[in-house]
């Protein structure tokens, strides 16, 4: 019995070890299979990715490529800017407004146009009028406003002023504020290729003529229209200050009208002066009027044979005073503009003319009405 209980205790120790063989096999087995899974979920996920790289590379000239070819190509590049409101500061916008093409020759079809700034307080109450004149000559003007800060009002959808007003910062009368905004009108009319002549305008002024007659005067004109003339007395070399030497001397001295229109060339040599700027900016001060003297000068002696020495803008000056006449409703007659056309006498061209003003002012918003009642007969618009 002793032999039989051996036995049985031997064949029970032989079978819990093979079924331990066994478990352990099975364990083994289940382990290489998850191994095995876990590394085709891994080789799986590479195969996706990189399977997609194609697809993504396929896609991407669709996608990207257009965009970056569109901001490259020449429309782009000349087309004018969509929103005059940009984010750029004075010294931003004077740099990239000085850039000028080096090669004279357009590679495109260029229509030259001519900017019409205005430098304002607030409102244009004469714009029903302006809208008149530019009506019909759309691709042949550029309008820009600079109006104070403060001013938050705007023109309808209608207008020709509709969203062309500029970033503006304060303005004070004669002093370099009042340069300083004529400068940004300028530098934000350069940043379109196709200006060519730049017009300052203010919001009391009116077009004496139709815009061909005015566009065709203007463009096939070899001078620009600004005054520049040596006036003794307390008035003109009175107001120098001997410090801005050597920059400007006593006989370098100039005055002008601060209503002028400039060509393209004069109107970057403006805006890139770091020359005349900070002279004028030091030592003209009131009774020293800075608009009147800082352009006069320095064109006077950078390109006086392109100056026409004269300003294209009627004023009357004739009642005395530091501002001219203003004229209301009760001005505005027939004979009243027949005595401004009458008695010009000027050169154009070097030859004589009976034209030789283009603008007037200043006009008061009660003007509107009888002005726009003589348009037609008056002024051909």
Same mark, same amino acid.
């Given at each position: ?59 991407? #000239? $669709? @996608? %990207?490529?257009? !965009?970056? *070819? ?8 000349? =087309? ?76 309808? #959808? $209608? @207008? %020709?002023?509709? !969203?062309? *007003? ?8 004669? =002093? ?84 002028? *229109? ?120």
């Amino acid at each position: 019995m002793m032999g039989m209980e051996e036995g049985k205790e031997q064949v029970s120790a032989n079978k819990m070890s093979l079924s331990r063989a066994l478990t352990l096999r099975i364990l083994v087995i289940c382990l290489l299979f998850l191994v095995l899974g876990v590394g085709l979920s891994v080789i799986s996920m590479h195969s996706v990715r990189f399977s997609m790289i194609p697809q993504i590379v396929a896609k991407a #000239p $669709s @996608s %990207v490529q257009p !965009r970056f *070819e569109d901001a490259n190509t020449l429309e782009n590049f000349i =087309r004018p800017p969509s929103n005059l409101m940009h984010n750029m500061n004075d010294s931003e916008l004077l740099w990239r407004a000085s850039f000028a093409p080096q090669i004279k020759e357009y590679p495109f079809k260029r229509v030259p146009k001519i900017a019409f700034m205005f430098l304002t307080k607030g409102p244009l109450p004469l714009a029903p009028l302006w809208d008149r004149f530019f009506k019909g000559h759309e691709g042949l003007y550029s309008i820009y406003v600079h109006a104070l800060p403060s001013y938050t009002g705007g023109y309808p #959808p $209608s @207008s %020709v002023f509709y !969203r062309r *007003e500029i970033p503006s910062q304060i303005v004070e009368w004669g =002093r370099m504020s009042m340069c300083e905004a004529e400068r940004r009108l300028l530098a934000n009319a350069l940043l379109d290729i196709s200006n060519e002549w730049f017009v300052l305008l203010s919001e009391s002024c009116i077009p004496l003529s139709n815009f061909s007659i005015i566009y065709r005067y203007i463009s096939r004109s070899k001078h620009s229209f600004m005054g520049s003339f040596d006036e003794p007395g307390p008035y003109g070399r009175g107001r120098y200050d001997q410090r801005m030497q050597p920059e400007v001397t006593l006989n370098q001295w100039r005055k002008g009208s601060q209503w002028f *229109e400039v060509n393209r060339k004069l109107a970057i040599d403006i805006v890139k002066d770091t020359t005349y700027y900070p002279k004028f900016k030091e030592f003209c001060h009131p009774a020293c009027y800075v608009d009147e003297h800082y352009y006069p000068t320095m064109l006077a002696i950078q390109s006086p044979d392109l100056l026409a020495n004269r300003t294209l803008t009627w004023t009357d000056w004739s009642r005395g005073g530091a501002h001219p006449a203003t004229f209301g409703k009760p001005d505005i007659t027939e004979g009243f503009f027949k005595r401004i056309f009458e008695g010009q006498s000027c050169l154009y061209n070097g030859q004589p003319s009976s034209t030789c003003y283009l603008f007037a002012r200043k006009f008061a918003p009660s003007a509107l009405d009888p002005l726009l009642g003589l348009a037609s007969k008056v002024f051909g618009y």
